[in-house]
């Protein structure tokens, strides 16, 4: 096993990112001193079939990815998140571990939003990160199952070129598929047979935290995850297109204070000071959005939950994630950094999955997404500069230059926090400024 600097650094240089959708790149997390370092194998967005995938598949590349991120940052403790319904998945788990004790599985429940970090720690080390906090202020750094497939990759100096991504939904052949990056989200599409309606609406990152894919011409960068693909009167095509004003004009009309958003939400039950209803009732009495008594929604993790507990199926998470957006906008900070303890009644306020799905009329889409290789040749390719919490990375190659896969086409700004870009096919670049560089095939 590599030297501590030496696994960061090849991560820094592999442009390894968080692999759930934030895409924080990974040599800064693996930097921390941590007790205990935890795969998150909940994938808890409903439908996304990824990280099981990966676990299905490539066990020992996502165990010695664990070990590294272990090593890089000194915990003596791994444990790989799963949800104990995954029976087949966690016994092939514990075969690739053999008798080790260095790492041991936590069986999740199967709800959402499992998969927020914060209800990670919780549901397997029950310590509370603080509001506005981040595991490491536990002792914890987690990890994503895909992030530590590419650690591993990274310490076999294979940078990341490609993107493992779940396609599902009103499509003719729902997968889970390894794509270069830099794709259009069409091409991605095109691997699963295409949709089966007519004017789809795509949410990238899925049902309850994706948002409205504009253009089918963008591309698939590292923060791709899933794309689910709904009929365009389906309930969450027609609420993502309903315009803020509208759901904020609805909520202040409809919205009856019976606090079931806020007894559902997954921070409010860490003790943290965010109350969606309460933040509904100040928009009713015209407190501006950006006033302190609406700072509560910085606390906001942008899982909508609350949207789903919502008994007149307003929408209370999407009114907290506005907020919290225009506060941090407006340059305000986070005032709260309280340590907290568990509401008493947490385990009987969570969302059962299969309710969730039921509720989302999401059923019919709740279905197989094998990982499956296709044999394509992509012409083109789209690599923006910014896929990545950070700074944009700034290019590295000019027009006209021959590269081949695993080239570095954007570098880390000298000092500042990002990661690298590289090339994800061979060929000619066409493009290259600070937006993106645009590789096509010779
Ligand atoms: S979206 Fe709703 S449930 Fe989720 S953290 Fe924000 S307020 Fe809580
Ligand atoms: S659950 Fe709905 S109706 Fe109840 S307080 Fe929250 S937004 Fe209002």
Not at 92 to 104: K, M, P, Q, V
Not at 208 to 231: A, H, I, Q, S, Y
Request: glycine share 10%; with cysteine; aromatic share 4%.
């Amino acid at each position: 096993m590599e030297a501590t600097q030496e696994i960061v650094t090849a991560v820094q240089q592999a442009g390894v990112t968080g692999g759930g959708g934030a895409s924080f790149p990974t040599y800064v997390k693996l930097q921390a001193q941590a007790e205990v370092v935890i795969a998150n194998g909940a994938e808890c967005e409903p439908l996304t079939h990824v990280d099981k995938q990966l676990m299905i598949h490539h066990a020992p590349e996502v165990i010695t990815g664990l070990r590294a991120a272990m090593q890089a940052t000194g915990a003596r403790q791994g444990v790989l998140g799963v949800k104990g319904k995954f029976k087949e998945i966690i016994a092939g788990l514990r075969a690739e571990l053999g008798g080790a004790t260095d790492i041991t599985i936590a069986e999740l429940g199967n709800f959402y939003p499992s998969g927020d970090e914060q209800v990670l720690v919780y549901d397997v080390l029950k310590r509370v990160v603080p509001e506005g906090g981040i595991p490491i202020d536990v002792g914890c750094v987690v990890q994503n199952i895909e992030t530590l497939y590419n650690v591993t990759a990274a310490l076999n100096g294979r940078p990341v070129t490609e993107k493992y991504i779940t396609v599902i939904g009103a499509v003719r052949q729902p997968l889970t598929v390894k794509v270069p990056l830099g794709i259009t989200k069409r091409e991605a599409l095109d691997l699963a047979g295409g949709p089966t309606t007519p004017d789809p609406v795509i949410l990238d990152g899925g049902a309850m935290m994706g948002e409205v894919v504009g253009d089918l011409n963008d591309p698939v960068t590292k923060r791709t995850k899933m794309l689910l693909v709904l009929p365009y009167d389906h309930q969450l095509s027609v609420k993502r297109r309903t315009p803020r004003s509208v759901f904020d004009a609805q909520a202040i009309a409809s919205c009856d204070q019976c606090y079931m958003c806020t007894d559902f939400c997954p921070r409010y039950a860490q003790g943290h000071a965010i109350q969606p209803h309460k933040l509904i009732l100040l928009l009713a009495s015209g407190v501006p959005l950006t006033d302190a008594q609406m700072a509560g929604a910085m606390l906001c993790c942008e899982c909508r939950t609350c949207n789903y507990a919502c008994p007149v199926h307003l929408s209370p998470g999407d009114i907290a994630l506005n907020i919290k957006r225009d506060l941090v906008q407006a340059g305000l900070k986070n005032p709260y950094h309280r340590t907290t303890e568990v509401d008493p009644y947490r385990e009987y306020r969570r969302v059962p999955m299969t309710r969730l799905i039921h509720r989302l009329d999401l059923a019919k889409y709740d279905v197989a997404a094998p990982l499956t290789a296709v044999d394509v040749q992509f012409k083109r390719v789209r690599l923006p500069m910014q896929q990545h919490i950070g700074m944009p990375a700034t290019p590295a190659v000019k027009v006209g230059d021959t590269v081949k896969v695993g080239d570095p086409v954007g570098e880390i700004v000298k000092g500042g926090m990002g990661t690298p870009i590289h090339a994800s096919i061979d060929g000619v670049v066409r493009e290259a400024n600070f937006e993106a560089v645009v590789i096509e095939a010779n």
